[in-house]
T-cell receptor, first 110, second 114 residues
Framework: SQQGEEDPQALSIQEGENATMNCSYK?????LQWYRQNSGRGLVHLIL?????REKHSGRLRVTLDTSKKSSSLLITASRAADTASYFC??????????FGTGTRLQVFP | EPEVTQTPSHQVTQMGQEVILRCVPI?????FYWYRQILGQKVEFLVS????????KSEIFDDQFSVERPDGSNFTLKIRSTKLEDSAMYFC????????????FGPGTRLTVL
């Protein structure tokens, strides 16, 4: 299968804690993109990391990519209740189509 | 900040009817996409469109589906004869400049087929 596998499937934390989500895949990618989806809503693009990059930051988000292990992680620091959402990694191989995983459901309790 | 828009937000139709879902991609973007998400499932790629033609389509995108860019701003997905299993959230996305860039998604159209 070409899709990424997110881990964990669900994560519950308190506000202020850090949240880490992982995405593993099986074959070499061109890039990997992380998206957030609030319940029943659209997909919000968070970060794109290319296969020749190892780490990217955006505000409280930090994404790493380890191509040797074929895995990526998304770290949300100092989480807020508003971060409650599902988070997806989406892979790009050699065409434009995004291949989404099943996501991690993050619940942040105030 | 520019964004992708979609209309309608919710469409209810009878099985066998035709529906057209509309999208206005971010202006100056060149690559356009449709994805769908059946309730509780992952987001699935349907079709990509560039330079007024389909670049790639998935197995889901059979002869009942078609896409069109009728003018310089709209991008539409037509389902000719809807089935119950077409009920899903349909997302339009666009990407600018070069291929393999970030894809920006619209808020989606929830299609309910009765």
């Amino acid at each position: 299968s070409q899709q990424g596998e997110e881990d964990p499937q669900a994560l519950s934390i308190q506000e202020g804690e850090n949240a880490t989500m992982n995405c593993s895949y099986k074959t070499s990618i061109n890039n990997l993109q992380w998206y957030r989806q609030n319940s029943g809503r659209g997909l919000v693009h968070l970060i794109l990391i290319r296969s020749n990059e190892r780490e990217k930051h955006s505000g409280r988000l930090r994404v790493t990519l380890d191509t040797s292990k074929k895995s990526s992680s998304l770290l949300i620091t100092a989480s807020r209740a508003a971060d409650t959402a599902s988070y997806f990694c989406a892979l790009i191989y050699n065409t434009d189509k995004l291949i989404f995983g099943t996501g991690t459901r993050l619940q942040v309790f105030p | 900040e520019p964004e992708v828009t979609q209309t309608p937000s919710h469409q209810v139709t009878q099985m066998g009817q035709e529906v057209i879902l509309r999208c206005v991609p971010i202006s100056n973007h060149l690559y356009f996409y449709w994805y769908r998400q059946i309730l509780g499932q992952k987001v699935e790629f349907l079709v990509s469109f560039y330079n007024n033609e389909i670049s790639e389509k998935s197995e889901i995108f059979d002869d009942q589906f078609s896409v069109e860019r009728p003018d310089g701003s709209n991008f539409t997905l037509k389902i000719r004869s809807t089935k119950l299993e077409d009920s899903a959230m349909y997302f339009c996305a666009s990407s600018g400049g070069f291929s393999y860039n970030e894809q920006f998604f619209g808020p989606g159209t929830r299609l309910t087929v009765l």
